[in-house]
């Protein structure tokens, strides 16, 4: 097994023209680490991998791999290894000669070879496929092959650019702890890019949120969903209910937001805004779908807030109610399924209430567009 | 399956109209264009020189001794075997082939480069640059080499003038202009078909090679050269039976010397006014041309389907 690498992005600017793809990004990704980057489309974290693995030199800043500084190292000098979004199998190369490929450019007999294939034939449990063309695989087995081809040369870093948006539901998800699997076996530095954040959130030790080439927050998933840095990360990663207002009063950790639709309510200030909040300022409080239930006590209180059901949904695992939320937006609650019977409260007002530690204040900002 | 139900399907999956427009297309295409006249051709080159009245005559009868004449030469000539004609006409081979190899040569990294840039506006000025010359005819573009290979023509002129050269070099004569001009009349043919393929190739496959490490000869080698064969193959068929089957050009650009076996065709077609022997000479030009291409086709393990492509 591999010590796993560090990486660490130092200052990194990327510029394509006018264009900033990627600002100010400072991330250190420790060796052996499961590290995503999770953002939506074109928000430059493809970009940030393509700087990593050499296809790309940043306008500015470094790239360090290992301590060391890629500067003018290809992407065929770099101890890494991509896994393309489309896996760029090689149709006309039998799986075997796939996995490999790596050896033969430097070199080795094609007994080594083949004795290599095997190995790795048998770690992803395709042995038996050896002689095959990759048109010749489903979907899952051609990741797998991706996979082994990448891990074939040995890389400290590996590199996964959306590798799993092109499967099913039911294999994506297998393909999650495959993944995860491997990864803990070989032990390297694992760098995952994503729009998904159930991926992110089930795979990472430790996940980069990216907006518009800016990296919002980094940090463990759990931090990232109940402790988001900004409003894009609050609103970005899961579902959550927006109210918009000002601070109407702090309060050590907590603060009070007078919301522009149910007056006051109280909620925990964000470890990356405390300190830094006035009464007065712009804010916003994020509260999730789980974190409401319905109050038994209907007086007024300053974690309880009353609205109109619209319209209700079975999920499964658990109610849906929406009921009238701020700004024409529907406020959803998610109520788990477990087994209680439950009246239609169809266009009746209900009133919700939380506990303060479960909602978020932020300053007001640019939101995830659904 | 039965013709009946081939033909019912066949119908049933064009309609009536257009269906029956490809059938009298093709067929006119492929038995009144191709087949029937080569058919003529095959059984001119099998009959005796006559004058036309005694054609059909008694003495109309196969022969195979245009076939014979080409091989071993006239009665009482001077060498066993017809060593002129022979020797145009491996020499036109070796040319043709040599063409098809200088075309190959130009047009890969043409080729790769259109193909790959996803560069829009410039690559379309390229392509346009390349067709445009095309809108000239052969004919008119033949003399411009001419010109400009000539003893004082623009090459010799500017090696003249740079001191490189003290004596103007004959390029007619050693058969560079002829060579240039039949590599450039047939490049187009090389490029499309090579870019058509080409433009297909996943760019991600190259940086997956460029990413294991690969240096760019081995990823021309592994990954696009192995993608483009149908198209290399399918280039280098048609510029190779063409330049066999050029007449203009060597008509034009040839040396004094040397000739085309085409031009040998052409005399007994014209000059020489025996259409047996033209058409017997033809027919072993085509047929030898044909066999090179499958016997490479097969050396290279390309399959016929792949040129279609």
Known sequence: ?370 | MDIRKIFADYYRRNGTGLGTFLLIAVFFWVVVLIILPQLSMLDFSFRHHLPPPEMGGPKDTYTIEHYKYLVFGAKGAGSAYNVVDLGVFVRTLVAAIFVTIVDLILCYPLAYYLGQTKGGGFTRVLVLLLIIPYWVNEILRAFAFRIIFGDSGLINEVLLNTGTIAQPIDFIRANIALYAGLSYAYILLMIFPIYNVIESLDRNQIEAARDMGAPWWRIHWRIVIPYAKPGISSGCTMVFMLSAGALAAPQILGGPSSLWFTQIIYQWFNSGGNWPRGAAFAIVLLVTCIIIVLSLMRAFKVKMGDIGK
């Not at chain 1, 770099?78 to 000669?97: C, D, G, Y």
């Not at chain 1, 490929?101 to 496929?129: C, H, N, P, T, W």
């Not at chain 1, 702090?250 to 309510?265: C, M, V, W």
């Open chain 1, 1 to 370: 097994m591999k010590k796993g690498v560090a990486v660490n992005l130092e200052d990194v600017w990327i510029r394509f023209g006018d264009f900033v793809a990627v600002r100010e990004a400072n991330v250190n990704i420790n060796g052996g680490e499961f590290f995503s980057f999770l953002g939506p489309s074109g928000c430059g974290k493809t970009t940030i991998l393509r700087a990593v693995s050499g296809f790309l030199e940043p306008s500015q800043g470094r790239v360090m791999i290992g301590g060391k500084d890629m500067v003018g190292f290809g992407p065929n000098k770099r101890p890494t290894a991509l896994i393309f979004q489309n896996l760029a199998l090689f149709p006309l190369m039998k799986v075997w000669e796939n996995i490999t490929f790596s050896l033969e450019v430097k070199g080795a007999s094609k007994k080594d070879r083949r004795k290599r294939a095997d190995e790795l034939l048998e770690m992803i449990a395709l042995s038996d496929q050896s002689e095959k063309l990759p048109s010749e695989l489903s979907g899952g087995q051609k990741q797998r092959v991706a996979i082994a081809r990448a891990l074939c040369a040995q890389p400290d870093v590996l590199l996964l650019d959306e590798p799993l948006s092109a499967l099913d539901l039911k294999l994506r998800q297998h393909m999650r702890t495959e993944l995860r699997e491997i990864q803990r076996r070989v032990g390297i530095t694992f760098i995952y890019i994503t729009h998904d954040q159930g991926e992110a959130l089930t795979m990472s030790d430790s996940v980069a949120v990216m907006r518009a080439g800016i990296i919002d927050q980094v940090a463990e998933g759990q931090a990232i969903y109940d402790d988001p840095a900004t409003a894009f990360v609050a609103s970005f990663v899961g579902e959550n209910n927006v109210m918009r207002g000002k601070i109407a009063s702090l309060d050590g950790k907590q603060a009070l937001i007078a919301t522009n639709r149910t007056g006051e309510l109280i909620a925990r200030i964000a470890s990356s805004a405390q300190g830094s909040m006035k009464v007065g300022d712009d804010a916003m409080m994020f509260v999730r779908p789980e974190a409401l239930r319905i109050a038994k006590d209907t007086s007024e209180a300053k974690n309880r807030l009353s609205a109109k059901v619209r319209h209700e949904e079975f999920e499964g695992q658990s109610y849906n109610v929406f009921l009238d939320g701020d700004a024409g937006k529907e406020l959803k609650m998610s109520l788990i399924n477990v087994g209680q019977q439950r009246e239609s409260a169809q266009g009746q007002n209900l009133t919700l209430e939380y506990s303060p530690d479960q909602a978020v204040v932020l300053p007001a900002g640019e939101l995830a567009s659904e």
